[in-house]
């Protein structure tokens, strides 16, 4: 699950020194971001019913082996355009992360139970955002911006290993009879036509839209806006990304207490009241760096407790053909935060722009709860 946070985060600290290398506008370097976020989605769509047909490992193995080989492309890419391109190839291989992960959780947990274990691997996709960035501009200090994809396809590579030797089938021969790939129209069409299963997707989708927004635009907020070091960037951006891995942990101790639902319906109130504020705040010209900083961690934290509830209820809601459930969920999510990261740069990465687009995912969140509870 890292290789997901590291392909977005690492190279956030290279967008300005990208931009001049290519002689493009801010945005162009923007859209590779958003392009790999539509690439992940359209990546777990056909990921999803291979994993119900095959089994989990031979599809994890295969997406690996795409993401190393797309990873060196980027790292040798001559043009803005090749590269965007290669990002693409990179996201339909990192893709099988995502969707194997929730789909071995499912295959051995429900309810409260998947959802603290959720919870647990948000340890992993949150200290590895808060760590990728300070990464990257320590790299960047000693090497071209380059050889972070060199690194990316490094790790990547070591994953495929531990994989291959490793990994357990959770889904054995037995359970895919049945399973034809010519029914995969007709099982999404099913899963749309889930009312609970598809609002808590929608939930999460948005709940990606107010992630991206902030993943696309915090570059340009602090380094360009507010004129802050790329050092500070850095710990600012992990302090935020560890706001959201202790959000989950504490979530695995309220689900003792409370139901998933419940949690998710505070924490999605609480994350439009924020982004409210944000945006007043930007209206306002009122974002000073102690303001932009605390609300933002707020955001994260509000982030990092809907993550792993609208996973495990979404998932939760069906029995089979969880593979392709947890496609379509991963689809929506990614497809929904690469809309929102292309919303901030065509608008230009303003904050006015960054903060509305979170605003409108806040909404978004708020409703499909609504939709949910009916």
């Known amino acids: 699950m890292a290789i997901g946070p590291f392909s977005i985060d690492l190279y956030l600290p290279a967008f300005p020194r990208m931009a001049r290398e290519f002689g493009v506008a801010d945005g162009q370097i923007q859209y590779t971001l958003s392009v790999y976020l539509l690439g992940l989605a359209l990546g777990q769509a056909l990921y999803g019913p291979l994993a119900d047909k095959y089994g989990r490992k031979w599809p994890l193995l295969a997406g690996l082996t795409l993401y190393v080989a797309a990873s060196l492309l980027c790292a040798f890419a001559p043009s803005v355009t090749v590269l965007t ?209 605390g609300l933002l961690f707020a955001l994260l934290c509000c982030i990092g407790m809907l993550m792993p509830n609208n996973t495990a209820l979404a998932l939760s809601s069906v029995s089979e053909r969880v593979g392709s459930a947890a496609a379509l969920s991963g689809t929506l999510q990614m497809a929904l935060g690469g809309l929102s990261g292309t919303l901030v740069g065509a608008l230009g990465g303003s904050p006015v722009a960054v903060m509305s687009v979170i605003v409108v995912s806040g909404l978004g969140v708020f409703v499909s709860h609504r939709v949910a509870r009916r």
């Open 85 to 293: 391109l290669a990002r693409g190839l990179q996201a339909l291989g990192g893709a099988a992360g995502a969707v194997i992960t929730s789909s071995v959780v499912r295959d051995r947990y429900q309810g409260k139970a998947a959802a603290s274990l959720f919870s647990t691997l948000m340890l992993v996709t949150g200290v590895a955002p808060a760590i990728a960035p300070s990464l990257g501009t320590w790299l960047l200090t000693l090497l071209p911006w380059r050889m972070l994809f060199v690194g990316l396809a490094l790790f990547a590579g070591a994953c495929l290993l531990l994989a291959a030797v490793w990994l357990p089938e959770t889904h054995p021969p037995q359970q895919r009879l049945g399973v034809r790939l010519r029914d995969t129209a007709q099982v999404y069409a099913s899963l749309l036509r889930h009312r609970s299963f598809i609002a808590y997707s929608l939930a999460s989708g948005f709940t990606y839209g107010a992630l991206f927004a902030y993943i696309s635009g915090s570059p340009f907020l602090f380094l360009e806006d507010l004129k802050v070091s790329a050092g500070l960037y850095a710990v600012l951006f992990g302090v935020n990304s560890l706001g959201l891995t202790l959000a989950a942990q504490v979530n695995r101790a309220l689900l003792r207490r409370f139901e998933p639902a419940q949690l998710v319906r505070w924490a999605g109130s609480a994350l439009l009241s924020v982004g409210a504020l944000l945006l007043a705040a930007a209206l306002l010209g009122a974002l000073s760096l102690p303001v932009l900083a």
